[in-house]
């Protein structure tokens, strides 16, 4: 009986309505950080975007190519060998990113008194689209060099979620070192650490001068 009349005082109850109403509001606010964390998450969902199928193959490749060409530069530089790879794709040089990197073609040199002359004063030249690719002394692929990890890391960045373009720009599909001066008729767009990018020039449309007919 005592509790009950104790409970019935106004002031007590006055004192237990302020702790619901503060219990409640403690509640709804918990609630809405839970709702507010959900939608959040829902965005970040939606705004990642989904990977693309990675091939096995063409990630080694790509992996590869990126470790020989450019494994002792910074990131950015190993980003923007990966990127022309992808843009010689894009552009035709061929349909995949193993055939780009494989790519090789014979020429004739001319050359005197050669014992291997193949035909008459000319002999036949390899040559690779990547150094590396015609090296028989290179560098054995160690795929737990943290070089190469970060090469795997990169070529499937670019191959799940096409990364790195900004970089180089998509026209740029050349790159040589510093300490060599192939002399290429190409335009020089970058510099990333011990690479020159280029791109082919544009060529420019002459237009005909118009003759006007006399009246």
């Not at 503060?22 to 950080?33: G, R």
Request: charged content about 25%; overall charge positive; aromatic content about 8%.
């Amino acid at each position: 009986m005592k509790l009950i009349t104790f409970l019935r005082n106004p002031r007590v109850e006055n004192v237990l309505a302020a702790i619901l109403i503060l219990i409640s509001a403690i509640l709804i606010m918990a609630n809405n950080e839970v709702i507010f964390e959900e939608e959040e998450q829902q965005q970040v969902a939606v705004a990642k975007p989904q990977p693309k199928p990675v091939d096995k193959k063409q990630l080694k490749c790509l992996a590869t190519n990126i470790f020989y060409e450019a494994g002792s530069e910074p990131e950015k530089g190993k980003q923007a060998v990966a990127r022309v790879v992808i843009n010689r794709v894009n552009h035709g040089f061929a349909p995949n990113p193993c055939s780009v990197v494989y790519q090789v073609s014979t020429v004739l040199i001319p050359i005197d008194n050669d014992p291997e002359i193949g035909d008459e004063g000319h002999k036949k030249v390899k040559l690779c689209q990547f150094s590396w690719v015609c090296e028989s002394d290179r560098r054995p692929l160690n795929v737990n060099d943290p070089r190469y990890k970060q090469s795997e890391r990169i070529a499937y960045n670019v191959l799940a979620y096409d990364s790195y373009k900004d970089v180089v720009p998509s026209t740029v599909l050349f790159f040589h070192n510093l300490w060599v001066n192939p002399m290429w008729p190409y335009r020089k767009v970058a510099q990333i650490g011990n690479h020159i990018f280029y791109e082919k020039p544009k060529k420019k449309v002459h237009k005909q001068p118009q003759v006007l007919a006399k009246a």
